[in-house]
């Protein structure tokens, strides 16, 4: 942290699809990418020796692909320097978190990805609704690795008071117009074919957020909705104000037909608290033949949990946040008016 800032560059590195590794980034104070199939990367090997390696690893690879993820693996084990700061983002929660690199590159195959760096985490996150939308939209972008430009780290530096001093604020502001203009450059190097994975990417997040600032009853309305929009007809069983109450479905309404579905929904704002084992024995003791049961939990389920819905004699369906807005995008055509009033989304066309 006492580097000048003129000495260091700010990376993003995702843990996984929907951030499945975010726990391991956090508990273990590393940062890591996958693609363990090349094998370690040795001291003194250049792109295009990464890039065969790529190849002969990944063969049914098409060149774009092949291009991006070798750019990705390269900046991780080339470009990232001691000192560097670096964010990942936990999309359950909803927050970034900042941390420092402190090892050069390192391969360990115990770990789920192989290559790794150690890292020093900071201890706390910043909302993701803490930040502009201009920055949303940049750290929303699908790659794995990529480096994040002074404006948006500007942008998180101001949502985490007390990460840089005014003084640390206003040198940092001051830096080069040429570096923005490389890493602008750098953007649009990238194979078009990313192009449209970048803008579903951010598409989701932004429905994340439409779906995290509804209320815990309008929450229940849309899990209800896309329950209807998949052919199943609902009733609520009861509306209280526990953050989350039941719904049945059944594709004659009666529950004369099976399947019958029981969904229970929690919807927990400015919360971290994924749900936990207990909650899903106390939402099984509840089911009765011949039920099956659906747990929407817009914070997450610990691992806990999602070994007891494994394990468990019903037929369980655990939905977080990320799989419920790919219902939602799924089964948009399908949905009444009343629940595309929940969630309003456009239709957008790509060329082919």
Known sequence: MNKKK????????RAGRGSIYIDNFINESIIAVGWNEIGKLNKGIDYDGLKEKLFHAYPDWSQGKLNQCTGQIWRFFNDFNIGDKVITYDSS????????????????????QNHYRKVEWDGTYIYRDDLEISSKNTLGAIMTVFEVSLEVYDDICHAHPGYLTDEEVEEFNQRSLEAEKQIKEQYEKEALETLKEDAV??????????????????????????????GYKTRLTSRGSDLGSDIMASPDGLEMVEPIIKTEVKHKTKSKDKIGAPDLRNFIGGLRPPTRGIYVSTTGFTKEAQYEAERANFQITLVDLDRLVDLIV???????????????????????
């Open 6 to 13: 003129e000495d260091f560059k700010v990376w993003m590195v």
């Open 93 to 112: 929660a909803r927050s970034y978190f900042l941390g420092e690199i402190k090892s050069d590159y390192l391969f360990d195959e115990n770990y789920i």
């Open 201 to 230: 990417a951010r598409s989701t997040e932004f429905i994340k957020d439409i779906v995290y600032n509804l209320n815990w009853e309008e929450t229940e309305l849309l899990v209800a909705g896309i329950l209807r929009g998949m």
């Open 330 to 352: 799924e089964y948009y055509e399908q949905l009444d008016t009343e629940t595309k009033a929940l969630v309003p989304l456009r239709k957008m066309y790509w060329p082919v």
